[in-house]
Structure formats: C-alpha cells, structure tokens
C-alpha cells in the first residue's frame, strides 16, 4: 500500500509540577523550603531512514506522544523526565504543522533527527524561590505543557528520474520494461492513480531510481485530472523523462503534447525548468510514428530525443545510459524554504511573545492569548501566594496598565482563563 499522506495528532510529554515542601528535621531550625523540580516532559523526534518508503505505519497511530515529566517531591527530589521518542520515517518526509500551516521538517537524508515536539519544562519546586527576604516560599511553579499540534506527514517520492506525459504514452509500460516493478497498465486514461517506483539496474551494479507518475493534462496545475497533488512529487526529481506517444494514437499531435506538459509543470513551479529533460518519443513500433518523429526533431532541437517502444523494447539501452549520467551529473532539488513557510519548532519562540489582548465581554473584562495562558497554566493558583504572583506578573506585562486605558472601573470583574476577580485599584 502507497500511504503519501496522513494526518496524526502530536503530543510531547508535558512538564512535571514543582512542589512545596517544608524540611522537617531535628536540628534544622523551622526547616527551609525543600520542594523539588518537576522533570521535563518527552520531546517527540523523527528520524529519516532509509530502507523505508511508506507512511503506513502511522495508519495505525495516529496519537504519537512522549510521557510527561513527573512531578517533583518533597527533600529536594526531582521528578523524573519523560522519555523521549524516536520515530523513524522515510527520507523524504514532510511534517506540517496544520493548526499553523507551518512546515515543521523535511527530512532528506538518512540518519537525520529533526525535532517535532518539544517537551514541556518541568516546573520549578518552592526550593527555587527562596532569597533573603522571603524564606519560606510557599509558591512552585507548574509545569510547561509539551507541545501539541496536528500534523499533516507527507512523503514526497525522492526518485532520481521522474516520468511525465500524457495518460496513455506508456509511462508504466516503460517502468515495467526497465525496473521490477509492475505498475498497472491499460489502454484508457488514468490507468496510474499513484506514482509507482521502480530501481533501474545496470549490469546489476549501478542504479537508480525511476518514477511512473500519473498522466497530466491541460490545466493539471490548477488541479483538472489528477492534478497537482501529483506534480508535487516531480519537485525533487533530478531529471525529467518526458515521454511522448510518437503514434498519436489519441489524435493529439506529439509536439502540442510536448508544450502542454512543458506549460503545466512551468505553471506549477518554474523550478522544474531547471531540471534536465530528455524526451522518450515511445510507440515507435507503430507504422506512423516515423513520420511523427520526423515532424517532431524539426520543432524540437533542443532537447534529446530517444526513439523507443516500450513494448518491444527498442532503443532502450542508449535512453537508460542517458538518464544514468545525468543522475550523477546532477545535483539533489532540496525543497526551496522561506521564512514564511519554514520554522523550526521551539517552545522558546513561543516564549518570546509577550502579546496579550483585552475585550469586554457583557459586563466582564476579558485577558487572553496564548503567553497569558501559558504563564497562568505555570502557576499553582490554589495558593494565595500563586495568585498574588500572578498578579505581579499581570502588572509586569502591563495588562493592569492597559485595563485602566480601555476605562476599567473598580468593582468590575476580571477573567482569565477560568480565574474571576474584581479589580481594585
Ligand atoms: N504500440 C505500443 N503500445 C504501447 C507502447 N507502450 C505502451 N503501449 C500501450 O499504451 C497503453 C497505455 O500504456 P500505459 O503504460 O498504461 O500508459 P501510461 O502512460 O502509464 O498511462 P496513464 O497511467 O493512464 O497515465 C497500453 O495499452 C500499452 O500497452 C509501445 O511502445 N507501443
Ligand atoms: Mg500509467
């Protein structure tokens, strides 16, 4: 089974809690705060392998999580960390964040390890807090949660030739021909739904690797056919094999096929034209191909051109001595990142952000965005001390400031998250 795309919910482990404790022994006197650190939650990581080449696996997890950090303990005990997980996937693989519409990795080469999903930081114990002026702290941190999201995994085909035509040139048949694999071939359009891989071998020392991808058409860029979700997977293709039916058989004419297949992968992404082409003028064993071919070299001089038939199997040797050279002549296409569209993954880029918005709601002042939530999830609020914390933390930010700008009275009431209070000056 060909699994290119799934959808899993990614959960890292969340932060152990900090605890509050007092020593208890007989020489210390009243005994010093001693509240140990909750752990830190599991980091989810993914890494590329080779030897994979589907995303089946996740078929039947679609939660991946990592353990959460446990919390901290009273004589100074750390909580301990949850483990991390590793997960390996095909090279290849594109996670998307899709509650961001981010790219969260991309990973193309064996053995790389890309963070997905940070784990929560485990909170701090009362241990931490205690200074001169306070020795007694009855305040410890919550943990951090560890990061969740839902993400969209992909698997872009990383073939080293791929395959592009209109349905029924022979683009399986030429796949079958020259590798192992049996694509399905048939004599109507869109036989092939799914790009098919096979590995060419060359006196069984030399290889590489060839994709059969479904027929284009005449605005395949804009999605008509099967579109552009298959375009995609010419993106990281080193050369393109252009093959073209020399018979005409569906009475298009070869050279009009030619510029329409050449258009829709320019409209898709100019980059393509970057790429080596070679041209498979196929069905060369049908008596009007001759004449076809001839018109063609005329309009077409740019490019090489291998008269073949994939069914009887002339012409391929020279075809496949082509494509290997270029194969080794030409660099990888990494996927091309910009800012808008990649990002690493870290939980401190979150932290950064200091943004926080108020409305009113019926009679009730509302605080929120994501930092307001992160740092009253961090605080113990069942203590007085947690909430006067908070408070503080509130006025640091210059929530308090911007409340009295937007015309707070007092008396009136507060909310954060599920946290009510009235305001007095
Ligand atoms: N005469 C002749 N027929 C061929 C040749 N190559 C393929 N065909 C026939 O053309 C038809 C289509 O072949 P496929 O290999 O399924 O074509 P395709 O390009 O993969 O088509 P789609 O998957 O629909 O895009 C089949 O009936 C093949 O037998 C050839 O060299 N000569
Ligand atoms: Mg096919």
């Known amino acids: 089974m060909f699994v290119d795309k799934i959808k899993v919910k990614i959960k890292a482990g969340d932060g152990g809690n900090g605890a509050i404790s007092f020593r208890r022994e007989k020489y210390v006197d009243k005994g010093g705060p001693s509240g140990g650190d909750g752990g830190d939650g599991g980091s989810i990581y993914f890494v590329g392998k080779s030897g994979l080449t589907t995303l089946v696996d996740f078929r039947y997890n679609r939660t991946i999580k990592a353990a959460n950090g446990e919390n901290g303990q009273k004589s100074n005990c750390f909580g301990k960390k949850g483990e991390d997980v590793y997960i390996n996937v095909p090279i290849g693989t594109v996670v998307k964040n899709i509650d961001t519409n981010r790219i969260v990795a991309d990973i193309t080469k064996d053995g790389e390890t890309v ?7 485990g909170g701090k114990g009362n241990a931490k807090f205690a200074n001169s002026r ?11 949660a560890g990061e969740n999201y839902n993400a969209l995994i992909e698997l872009k085909l990383l073939a080293d030739v791929g395959m592009v035509g209109f349905p029924s040139v022979g ?6 021909v ?4 049996k694509p399905e071939i048939a004599d109507y359009h869109f036989t092939t739904l799914k790009p098919n891989l096979g590995i060419v071998s060359i006196d069984g020392e030399f290889d590489f690797v060839l994709a059969d991808l479904p027929g284009l058409i005449k605005g395949a860029h804009e999605g008509k056919g099967l579109g552009i979700s298959f375009l995609k997977h010419i993106e990281r293709c ?3 094999l252009h093959v073209i039916d020399m018979s005409s058989r569906d009475q298009r004419d070869p050279y009009e096929d030619y510029l329409t297949i050449n ?3 320019r409209s898709y992404n100019v980059d393509l034209e970057k790429r080596p082409m070679i041209i498979a003028a196929n069905k060369m064993d049908e008596d009007v191909s001759q004449l076809f071919l001839e018109e063609f070299r005329k309009k077409v001089s740019d490019v090489e051109i291998f008269p073949i038939s994939a069914l009887t199997r002339e012409g391929l040797e020279p075809l496949v001595k082509k494509l290997y050279e270029l194969v080794q002549t ?15 993954y870290t939980l401190e880029d979150k932290q950064d952000t200091s943004e926080f918005f108020v409305k009113k709601d019926n009679d009730v002042w509302v605080i929120y965005g994501e930092n307001i939530t992160r740092i009253f999830n961090k605080i113990n609020m069942s203590s007085d001390a947690g909430v006067l914390r908070f408070l503080k933390v ?3 930010l210059g929530i308090e400031d911007e409340l009295r700008k937007q015309g707070i009275k007092e008396g009136e009431t507060v909310r954060i998250e599920d946290l009510e209070f009235v305001y007095y000056e």
């Open 178 to 181: 020259l590798t192992n694999a």
């Open 115 to 121: 963070l997905i999903a940070k784990g929560g930081k």
């Open 330 to 344: 030409t660099p990888e296409f990494p996927l091309e990142f910009n800012e808008e569209n990649f990002r690493e």
């Open 171 to 176: 683009k399986s048949t030429l796949l079958s």
């Open 394 to 396: 509130m006025r640091g």
């Open 238 to 240: 080193r050369v393109i």
């Open 134 to 144: 306070n020795q007694v702290p009855r305040i410890a941190e919550n943990g951090d």
């Open 263 to 265: 258009e829709e992968l």
